[in-house]
């Protein structure tokens, strides 16, 4: 017991100060952006005076150290500052757009779990046999075809083509019109539903043919129940961290996609903000991000050490 409350303070300390490194990360790489933010929000003929009142306004007359230290200090109140173009707060813009993005990553985790585990198991039973082989290279091939062009192909054949689904979704409600967000869940899906799928395949392969497995069918345990409450557990605990950094793949897949479909969510936001040089609400978005990467990584470490408790040793 000593050793797991060790392992898990070890790697919450791990994850703030990672969370620590990424918010100094993101301050000096939005402040190595070409250009400058108090010309770019000037306009086309910019006044010095008005350049000179907007960097007043927005501290850049200040030496980034002490912005840098007065950005952490309102993070640590909640504070992720203020939009440079609508003088809202960055937290109006991140609430106002988060509906849509998770209501796209919630679908397509639903979706993304049930079907890799029944493609990894399926592909794993018939091993070597016309199914593995068929699952094994549709996998590889859609996995090769990177999203936004996979995009486009979905909605040639079935937007403008078939005439089945709308291609955008632009001017709809996602919740009063769900059609709009088959095209790009599926596109979201695409590349995690074939790794995982081939990871649970592999695993699986990997613990049916383990000396427990043989043991227990000779004590006359129903094959099913070794295969779903033995062998089935061993193979998703590679699989978890690969679910975490899907769910972190997610967080960029989604700004392609939302850009794609025309779905006003994070990714939408993030691009407007970048267009405009809106440089407090990038940060704050890619605080997000980065964040929520880590959190999914320390969850996924801490899961996987509760399934395979020797890596306790190794850890």
Do not use: K
Not at 17 to 37: C, K, N, S, Y
Not at 231 to 241: D, E, F, G, V
Request: net charge neutral; charged share 15%.
């Amino acid at each position: 017991m000593a050793r797991v409350t060790t392992f898990v303070a070890r790697r919450l300390s791990l994850g703030c100060a990672q969370i620590l490194a990424v918010a100094a990360l993101i301050f000096v790489l939005t402040e190595a952006l070409p250009g400058d933010a108090a010309v770019a929000l000037a306009g086309d003929q910019p006044d010095p005076d008005r350049i000179a009142a907007i960097r007043e306004a927005m501290d850049l007359d200040r030496p980034a150290p002490e912005r840098f230290l007065d950005w952490l200090a309102g993070l640590a109140r909640g504070d992720l500052g203020v939009s440079l173009v609508s003088t809202r707060p960055v937290s109006d813009h991140l609430s106002g757009a988060v509906g849509p993005t998770l209501l796209l990553a919630g679908l397509t985790l639903a979706l993304l779990l049930p079907i890799a585990l029944g493609l990894g198991v399926l592909a794993a039973r018939h091993e070597g046999g016309p199914v593995d082989r068929g699952v094994s290279a549709a996998t590889l091939a859609v996995y090769a075809v990177p999203e936004f062009a996979l995009g486009v192909l979905l909605v040639l054949v079935f937007a403008l083509r078939l005439g089945w689904l709308p291609p955008t979704a632009l001017g709809s409600d996602p919740l009063a019109q769900p059609a709009v967000l088959v095209l790009p869940v599926l596109v979201l899906l695409a590349r995690p539903v074939c790794s995982i799928s081939r990871l649970v395949r592999a695993g699986m392969i990997d613990a049916l043919a383990a000396p427990y497995t043989a043991q227990a069918l000779r004590y006359g345990v129903a094959p099913a129940r070794v295969r779903y409450a033995h062998a089935l557990p061993n193979a998703i605990a590679p699989a978890t961290q690969q679910l975490a950094r899907t769910i972190d793949w997610l967080l960029g897949g989604v700004v392609v996609v939302e850009a794609l479909f025309v779905i006003p969510g994070l990714g939408s936001v993030l691009m407007d903000a970048v267009a405009a040089r809106d440089v407090p609400v990038m940060q704050g978005l890619a605080l997000v991000f980065g964040t929520v990467t880590v959190l999914l990584n320390l969850g996924a470490d801490l899961v996987t050490h509760r399934l395979v408790p020797r890596s306790e040793a190794a850890a």
